[in-house]
């Protein structure tokens, strides 16, 4: 292994031992904070018509009788198996959900970040390029809308026009319509399993449900990256080595080259907050569209309590933004291999 290699697997190492901290800590507040919380998922779960002896006895089966920190040790020894535990409405393992339905937001998440990325950084740039003409301002004026309109207003907005008024969408119940055949479950994803399976009627179905979706994500997500974008080149574009290169004559095209080379770091760096935030965002989409993904899942398990799938839930959510922030990380010291010298 070369120096870089090794420059690289300190980095890694380096990344991986302080995330360990970070997730016991997210463990334990959320571990302690739905336990204090003023919902009793006992009640729930025994009935309105349940006495005081049946309330101990599902208190005493989930273990929820024991002292506080007794429950997180015993939740930590559990979790070192790699055991989630078991859904208390549901009564499957947690993990298993996971892994069935974590692609399914993934997938939704990802292409809706993707496009908004093929939108928004090229706006962002060539409104940098000329700030304050009229380019720039129907920008800035487009991405603050972006920015004002709640996710659900969004969501009910699409529905209303483009099903219920134009019938232009399927209606918006679930990845697939209900007459089509759903193919075999390969990766989680909808759209890759029908092409897989050669299914090109769950092909066209699956993304003709998508498109709603991914429409919302898009431009909620194109918003913020609009508009970083605009405020990073701008700044690039005040810098000594930019004036440098007008004041030799190069041509615009090649300024935008330099100006977006040196952006792309932080460009990076805020898309990867970006996919972390959207994923925890995901469950207001999902529940409206009923897609039936990890956000809906979790959503659902905070307002009825499940304790057990709350905590899978955000341990996911954790787990998910440390694997993102770590890539995103070594694509930065990459493409800025001085950023990676004092790590």
């Given at each position: 292994m070369g120096t870089r290699g090794l420059q690289v697997a300190r980095f890694i190492a380096l990344r991986l031992l302080v995330s360990i901290p970070v997730i016991v800590g997210i463990i334990f507040l959320t571990f302690m904070l739905i336990r204090i919380g003023s919902q009793d998922p006992v009640a729930m779960l025994a009935g309105p018509m349940a006495d005081e002896a049946m309330l101990r006895a599902i208190r005493a089966e989930l273990q929820l009788d024991?002292?506080?920190?007794?429950?997180?040790?015993?939740?930590?020894?559990?979790?070192?198996?790699?055991?989630?535990?078991?859904?208390?409405?549901?009564?499957?393992?947690?993990?298993?959900?996971?892994?069935?339905?974590?692609?399914?937001?993934?997938?939704?998440?990802?292409?809706?970040?993707?496009?908004?990325?093929?939108?928004?950084?090229p706006v962002g740039l060539r409104a940098a390029s000329h700030p304050n003409g009229w380019f720039d301002q129907l920008t800035r004026f487009g991405s603050l809308a972006g920015f004002s309109m709640p996710t659900y207003w969004m969501g009910l907005m699409t529905i209303l026009v483009f099903f219920y008024w134009l019938h232009w969408a399927?209606?918006?119940?679930?990845?697939?319509?209900?007459?089509?055949?759903?193919?075999?479950?390969?990766?989680?994803?909808?759209?890759?399993?029908?092409?897989?399976?050669?299914?090109?009627?769950?092909?066209?179905?699956?993304?003709?449900?998508?498109?709603?979706?991914?429409?919302?994500?898009?431009?909620?997500?194109?918003?913020?990256?609009?508009?970083?974008?605009?405020?990073?080149?701008?700044?690039?574009?005040?810098?000594?080595?930019?004036?440098?290169?007008?004041?030799?004559?190069?041509?615009?095209?090649?300024?935008?080259?330099?100006?977006?080379?040196?952006?792309?770091?932080?460009?990076?760096?805020?898309?990867?907050?970006?996919?972390?935030?959207?994923?925890?965002?995901?469950?207001?989409?999902?529940?409206?569209?009923?897609?039936?993904?990890?956000?809906?899942?979790?959503?659902?398990?905070?307002?009825?309590?499940?304790?057990?799938?709350?905590q899978g839930y955000v341990l996911t959510l954790a787990l998910f933004s440390i694997f993102v922030f770590l890539l995103i990380d070594l694509a930065v010291m990459l493409i800025e291999p001085r950023s990676g010298a004092s790590s």
């Open positions: 024991q002292p506080m920190i007794q429950q997180f040790l015993t939740y930590m020894l559990r979790l070192s198996r790699g055991d989630l535990g078991v859904s208390w409405q549901g009564g499957v393992p947690v993990l298993n959900e996971i892994l069935h339905l974590f692609p399914v937001t993934l997938e939704l998440v990802l292409l809706s970040v993707g496009l908004a990325s093929v939108i928004g950084v399927p209606p918006p119940m679930g990845r697939l319509a209900m007459d089509v055949v759903a193919p075999a479950v390969v990766t989680g994803s909808t759209v890759v399993d029908s092409l897989l399976a050669g299914n090109w009627t769950a092909l066209r179905s699956a993304l003709a449900q998508l498109a709603l979706p991914v429409a919302c994500f898009t431009m909620l997500a194109a918003a913020p990256i609009i508009k970083h974008t605009r405020a990073i080149v701008i700044e690039i574009m005040g810098s000594d080595y930019v004036r440098y290169a007008r004041a030799n004559g190069f041509s615009r095209a090649t300024i935008r080259k330099i100006a977006l080379r040196n952006a792309m770091a932080p460009i990076l760096t805020f898309l990867g907050s970006e996919v972390t935030s959207l994923i925890a965002a995901a469950a207001l989409i999902e529940y409206i569209f009923s897609w039936g993904g990890l956000g809906q899942w979790g959503l659902s398990a905070i307002l009825l309590g499940d304790f057990a799938v709350v």
